[in-house]
């Protein structure tokens, strides 16, 4: 059963330009926040070079029980957007966390070769291709278990919302700075508990910074 707030209901007899004006006046951290990741964890990260991400699927995931009911699986869209997450993840970053919004523009020669079933874990590896000055290309994979199960080039439009609406400085440095706490809780480079494969992925913010020096 759909609910409806007063709140949403009062929107609706609203322009997108009065929309938006209500946003600016609204603090953000008022409004219940989307959970809407990809990423459980990451293992690996070189800004601007590449990330390593896990997604482990569980059958508590509800849209599992539509897609499908005898034969549930993650949907190839939902693939991609653990692509996208990483991808963003690395930017972010790469750049400090200069930009609050971080979206997908464009999706190229995405190809499926299998199914992640409820109980699997997606290991996600994005490489930075080409940086522009808004747009960021990337090389993407997810593999189950060393084999490709979907793999293709991303590009992510990244910018701030004060860029063009200056009222909205507010909302650009809450958005960034929840980017960077997502990270700093999804990252943990000297995990005493990574053992093994998993230990010689980790490679620290701070490591690649000294390597530069």
């Known amino acids: 059963m759909l609910r409806v707030t007063k709140r949403d209901a009062a929107l609706w007899h609203l322009g997108p330009t009065d929309i938006l004006q209500h946003f600016q006046h609204s603090p953000l951290r008022d409004w219940p926040a989307m959970q809407f990741t990809f990423v459980d964890r990451v293992l690996q990260l070189e800004p601007g070079v590449k990330i390593t991400t896990l997604k482990s699927l569980s059958l508590a995931e509800e849209y599992l029980a539509d897609h ?47 199914f992640v079933q409820p109980g699997r874990t997606l290991t996600v590896t994005s490489e ?22 979907v793999s293709g080039r991303i590009v992510l439009e990244r910018y701030n919302l004060a860029d063009e609406r200056p009222l909205m400085a507010e909302t650009d440095a809450y958005l960034r700075n929840h980017q960077r706490s997502r ?9 005493p508990a990574l053992e093994g494969d998993d230990a010689s992925l980790v490679t620290a913010k701070s490591d690649a910074d000294s390597g530069k020096a």
């Not at 940086?131 to 290309?137: K, M, P, Q, S």
Request: hydrophobic content about 45%; aromatic content about 8%.
């Open 68 to 114: 499908f009911p005898r034969f549930p699986v993650m949907p190839g869209v939902l693939m991609l957007q653990a692509l996208t997450d990483a991808s963003a993840l690395l930017i972010g970053a790469t750049e400090d966390f200069a930009y609050s919004v971080i979206t997908l523009k464009e999706a190229r020669n995405i190809r499926f070769a299998d």
């Open 128 to 149: 930075i291709h080409k940086l522009g000055a808004r747009d960021v290309e990337f090389k993407a994979q997810g593999s189950l278990d060393g084999r490709t199960a």
């Open 183 to 191: 990270l700093t809780l999804l990252y943990h480079p000297q995990d």
